[in-house]
Structures are given as structure tokens and as C-alpha cells.
């Protein structure tokens, strides 16, 4: 018993000290070859803690990807910490679990809606602002997600229209119902904006939206000259 004990011990200490003496290109170049798709820049650093200055898949270019092994989340099956400056700046937890399935942890990002929209490739139409994403956990794949709890801030919203930015704050909560990620707005906002969208795998979304700002402020104005006359002259509906 006590042998079999050493053996184990002996086994863990060398594969921490494979771990933390291992430059990062080899665990990079093993990423790069199980991903043609994914374009890496200049690695530095070691395999437990490194940094990559650029990396790109498909049109989705991101700057300063940072790792590190954390122990304290390998107890919770996300033993990779990662940060990135842009497009979006963020800090998570990260894991495999069964098959593809990416496991997310203590997610905390921030971005702009028009670099946002870019990403997307969907026109920014003059807008911007910040956006906030807080997630608690989430298991996503290439069929969807399966889980997922947390919440998406909308920080500030800047436009040409008049009385866009009295729209934010509006904080909205996050879940997945049928593989699809949904978002419920919280109607406690300065114009009750209220309603349902969700996020198709094809990227495409639907759901609708109402907001009730008040009569003769300027988003009131803004919406009937766009939307025409409010419905009980009060409620503007948005469905897509």
C-alpha cells in the first residue's frame, strides 16, 4: 500500500513538473494541428501560465490571450483560467467536459455593441455603447448550449435617434431552453423595456421586444415617428 501510495505521489509530481517546465508552444502547436482553422501569433511563457499577442478563427480576430493552470478550478472541472483584451475584454474558468462540450465558470466580460456587431457581421446602423456579461456557469457545443445562468447588461447605448441613451441600463437574464440561448428582459428600466429573444445556431434571432417609455419624452417622439402611433398609446412592439 504504502509503494503503490509512492508510485502515485511520484507520478503527480512529474507531470506538475512537466507541467510547469514545458514551454507553451508545445501545448499551442498541439491546439494548432487538432485545429487548421485556428491561426496563432507569438506564444510565450509555459504551458501552465502563457500568453498568445493575437489569434484568429474564421473572422474573429482576438488580442492578448492569456492562460494559467488553476488548481483550484480543476476541483470544479475548469482548470484553465483565460483572459483577452479584445474584441471583448474578459476573464473566465474554462473545461471540457463529454464529447465537445466547453464548460464555462465565473465569466466576466465587457465590450462595445458596434465592435460587437462587427464580429457578427451585422451592421452597427450608428450605434454603440457597453455591453456586460456576468456568467455564473454555462456548457456549450456545436449544437447549442445546455446550460446556462447568468446575466447581460446593457451599459449604454449611444445612437443618432433621440432619447437612445435614456434606454439603458437593462439588465437581462440568461437561460437555455431547447438547446437555444434565451434572454428574458428585466422590465425594471427607465422605459420598461420588456420581452423575449432568442439566439438561433444559425445566428439569427427572434422574439419581441416592447418599450414604454414616457408620453412626450424624446424616445417617445423618436419611436412613433419610426414605429408610428404606441399601441394604447403607450406600448411600441418589436418583433423579428
Known sequence: MRRSLWVVCGTVFFLV??????PAWLVTDILAKQVPELKLGTV???????QIDH???????????QWRFSPVGLFRGVP?????????KATALLGLAAG?????????????IAELMGIAQLPSMGFDGGVDLVLASARLSSRGCSSIEGTLILASLLGDIDGIST???V?????????????????????????????????RASGNLTLSPAP?????????????????????????
Open 167 to 169: 434606454i439603458a441600463p
Open 17 to 22: 513538473c512537466l507541467l510547469m517546465t514545458s
Open 80 to 88: 484553465l483560467a483565460i483572459s483577452i483584451a479584445s474584441p471583448v
Open 216 to 240: 412626450g419624452s424624446e424616445l417617445f417622439k423618436s419611436l412613433t415617428l419610426f414605429l408610428g402611433a404606441p399601441r394604447n398609446n403607450a406600448d411600441f412592439v418589436l418583433r423579428f
Open 171 to 203: 439588465s437581462a437574464e440568461l437561460s437555455c431552453v431547447n438547446g437555444l440561448l434565451t434572454v428574458l428582459m428585466d422590465e425594471n428600466n427607465p422605459n420598461r423595456v420588456r420581452g423575449q429573444v432568442q439566439l438561433m445556431n444559425s445566428g
Open 100 to 112: 465537445d462540450t466547453l464548460k464555462l465558470r465565473d465569466v466576466e466580460a465587457h465590450g462595445k
Open 44 to 50: 510565450t511563457g509555459r504551458a501552465w501560465r502563457g
Open 55 to 65: 489569434v484568429q478563427f474564421g473572422d474573429v480576430h482576438a488580442s492578448q490571450l
